[in-house]
């Protein structure tokens, strides 16, 4: 059974950097593509970067330049390191995987269709 677990949230000030990470088990270590998502109280869930097993990633444009999606296949982890945080990137984090996917391909899927997710991790920037 495939399981992600989150961790790494936190509440910085605006400006500051947390890394979140997103430990997988029931993957075999590579060969399957990871995001990260988002959403903030009273908001729709937004895709903020992704990365596949090749190592291709895409960025939310409201991220680019601030957000570093990574991997490391040994530990079976991916992060999200995130840097010069602004009140808006305030919300839930969560991360998702689905096997045999590109970069593009797990951009513009559903997102319900994902095959595992896991429980989340709260990030709180404040002004």
């Known amino acids: 059974q495939v399981q992600l677990v989150e961790s790494g949230g936190g509440s910085v000030q605006a400006g500051g950097s947390l890394r979140l990470s997103c430990a997988a088990s029931?993957?075999?270590?590579?060969?399957?593509?990871v995001g990260w998502f988002r959403q903030a109280p009273g908001k729709k869930r937004e895709g903020v970067a992704a990365?596949?097993?090749?190592?291709?990633?895409l960025y939310a444009d409201s991220v680019k330049g601030r957000f570093t999606i990574s991997q490391d296949n040994a530990k079976n982890t991916r992060y999200l390191q995130m840097n010069s945080l602004k009140p808006e990137d305030t919300g839930t984090y969560y991360c998702?995987?689905?096997?045999?996917?590109?970069?593009?391909?797990?951009?513009?899927?559903?997102?319900?269709?994902?095959?595992?997710w896991g429980q989340g991790t709260l990030v709180t920037v404040s002004s």
């Open positions: 998702a995987a689905d096997p045999a996917l590109s970069v593009y391909g797990f951009w513009v899927r559903d997102p319900n269709t994902l095959d595992a």
């Open positions: 990365i596949d097993s090749d190592g291709s990633t």
């Open positions: 029931g993957y075999t270590a590579s060969g399957y593509a």
